[in-house]
């Protein structure tokens, strides 16, 4: 029952994480990601988790390529930064939402 209860957690991470991806949320994304990760670690092979998962995971790595190349800040570096540099935070985020809008990517 515990394996259960824990596949139908992942799945819904990875359903918050879906979410997160398609509204380009990278922040969310990142951290959702690496909660996952360590849930399937711990967690008794599902196939059918494991295959949506993989899923997911193939779109979230297209989202940070698309993100890297229209940067050149990568964002694993931005996600890393300290309390004094929020500003540098923020105007990574205000840009790459100003180029998404630019593009029509309104959501």
């Keep these: 029952m515990v394996n259960a209860i824990a ?6 991470k990875c359903v918050q994480w879906y979410s997160c991806i398609v509204s380009r949320d990278i922040e969310h994304a990142v951290e959702l990601k690496i909660e996952i990760d360590k849930l ?10 494991l295959t949506y998962y993989e899923l997911v995971n193939y779109r979230h790595g297209l989202l940070m ?11 694993d570096e931005v ?3 300290t309390q004094s540099d929020l500003l540098l935070k923020y105007m ?16």
């Design 40 to 49: 399937i670690k711990n967690h008794k092979k599902d196939d059918s988790v």
């Design 7 to 12: 596949s139908h957690t992942i799945g819904s």
């Design 79 to 81: 996600l890393e930064l």
């Design 92 to 107: 990574y985020y205000f840009f790459s939402g100003q180029d998404e809008f630019y593009n029509g990517n309104y959501k």
């Design 65 to 75: 390529e698309d993100v890297q190349k229209r940067l050149s800040i990568p964002e």
